[in-house]
């Protein structure tokens, strides 16, 4: 996978997060019951790129993520170095 998809209408910000441990919570104990399925992705971001973007605490010292606006998402995609790796799936 080299990008992620832009972001439905109802979904204004993108929340790419900062930890692994993380990304497994909301796989594993949001995304599972709500749909079925859940999944981890690694990916690099050019730093330059996020350095206009503050890390936002979302709920807790453990809940680090970006917010990065529906409109940004193609920008985003272009500073991902590499590709967009799977690295955990939850069913």
Request: aromatic share 14%.
């Amino acid at each position: 996978m080299k990008q992620f998809p832009p972001r439905l209408p109802e979904q204004p910000i993108f929340y790419p997060v900062t930890t692994e441990e993380y990304a497994v919570k909301i796989a594993r104990d949001w995304n599972v019951p709500a749909s079925g399925s859940g999944f981890v992705t690694r990916f690099e971001v050019r730093r330059d790129f996020l350095a206009h973007y503050d890390i936002q605490e979302a709920g807790g010292s453990m809940h680090h993520e970006y917010w990065i606006p529906a409109e940004d998402v193609d920008a985003f995609n272009a500073a991902i170095v590499g590709a967009i790796e799977v690295v955990r799936s939850f069913r």
